[in-house]
């Protein structure tokens, strides 16, 4: 079973820094694609960032230039590094794997979100 931790999310004032992880556990072959989404009350989940499996990026464009996304694919983690934070970034944080498994299926799964709050 594949299993997605997300830890660093927070509290924090606008302009501030948080960083997030996401680690991938169990058993499977290999990670794809890795990726950041959010969701604020009452708004559609929306892509943040995303990473490739070969370390290319893409970035919704309200985050250009304030987060970066990297992985460790000796650890299966990714991080989204979140600088001069908004009070519009408040909002849950879901991890997203696309990951093959031991049988080479290419399957899908999500972290069990995290909050991220930033006050004016």
């Known amino acids: 079973q594949v299993q997605l931790v997300e830890s660093g999310g927070g509290l924090v004032q606008a302009g501030g820094s948080l960083r997030l992880s996401c680690a991938a556990s169990?058993?499977?072959?290999?990670?794809?694609?890795m990726g950041w989404y959010r969701q604020a009350p009452g708004k559609q989940r929306e892509l943040v960032a995303g990473?490739?499996?070969?370390?290319?990026?893409n970035y919704a464009d309200s985050v250009k230039g304030r987060f970066t996304i990297s992985r460790d694919n000796a650890k299966n983690t990714v991080y989204l590094q979140m600088n001069s934070l908004k009070p519009e970034d408040t909002a849950v944080y879901y991890c997203?794997?696309?990951?093959?498994?031991?049988?080479?299926?290419?399957?899908?799964?999500w972290g069990q979100g995290t909050q991220v709050t930033v006050s004016s």
């Open positions: 169990g058993s499977f072959f290999s990670i794809n694609a």
């Open positions: 990473i490739s499996s070969g370390g290319s990026t």
């Open positions: 997203n794997a696309e990951l093959y498994t031991l049988g080479l299926r290419r399957s899908n799964y």
